[in-house]
């Protein structure tokens, strides 16, 4: 049977402990259906890129007929007291996708006073083509393993959720991506370019600058493509895997 999550944002983890691996995340109002139970925790397979992993135990909506998705990085949460729309300490992240339950002023509630301003997203089938508009809302975004948000985002997720904001598959991990993604042949490195290593994705600009969130500098940020090849070489003693490239998907 299908769940939606309506946590704010949740950790996957690899065992059924928040000592094990944290492997994913998932946004609120995304897709899942429960493959196994146990005590406290929920086996779950994602319906967005089939992601396999563990979830605390909780109550989850059965029913989401989202109108709206998320496209600021992160976009404050709003209860409702006295007539007056007063901002939480909770946020709704980038491709979180919510409910239009009632519209008042610029506010949108989606939830048990739980409101969202509606200047901080799209309608549920807006298309973003802009790739480069996408990745940069997340420059200086720490590095995180497993990471998928403004709050801490790793490589291989930086690439994926421009597919997922534009609901188009794509797998979630490097491995998987590397397997899944076409081989251009390689004349010159050209914008949208997705440069593959053992362990490691990112995304060309144009024809110099790439994207990426990289793990020696715990961040994401640009870099010159030759610079980041090299480097990659020099201190991981790794050569390019594949190239591919964005809009082929």
């Known amino acids: 049977m299908d769940n939606f999550y309506n946590k704010f944002i949740g950790n996957i983890y690899s065992k059924t402990s928040t000592k094990s691996e944290v492997t994913s995340q998932i946004l609120f109002g995304e897709k899942f259906t429960i493959l196994n139970k146990n005590k406290d925790w929920f086996k779950i397979k994602t319906s967005f890129d089939n992601y396999i992993g563990f979830i605390k135990k909780s109550k989850f909506i059965k029913i989401h007929n989202p109108d709206f998705k998320v496209f600021s990085p992160k976009s404050p949460v709003f209860k409702k007291i006295n007539n007056n729309f007063v901002k939480t300490s909770k946020y709704l992240y980038f491709s979180s996708t919510v409910s239009n339950l009632e519209s008042e002023k610029n506010y949108i509630r989606f939830g048990d006073n739980i409101w969202v301003n509606r200047r901080n997203l799209k309608s549920i089938n807006y298309v973003e083509k802009n790739f480069k508009k996408i990745l940069k809302l997340f420059l200086n975004t720490k590095y995180l393993w497993g990471g998928k948000s403004i709050d801490g985002i790793d490589c291989s997720a930086l690439i994926q959720i421009f597919f997922k904001f534009n609901r188009v598959f794509f797998p979630r991990d490097t491995k998987d991506q590397v397997k899944y993604c076409k081989k251009k042949s390689l004349k010159k ?61």
């Not at 870099?223 to 594949?242: D, F, S």
């Open 189 to 249: 490195f050209q914008a949208g370019d997705i440069i593959f290593w053992k362990g490691h994705v990112g995304l060309c600009l144009n024809q110099s600058k790439f994207i990426h969130a990289y793990g020696p500098r715990k961040k994401v940020l640009i870099m010159g493509i030759k610079e980041t090849i090299n480097r990659i070489e020099k201190t991981a003693n790794l050569k390019i895997k594949k190239v591919s490239n964005i809009k082929n998907y």
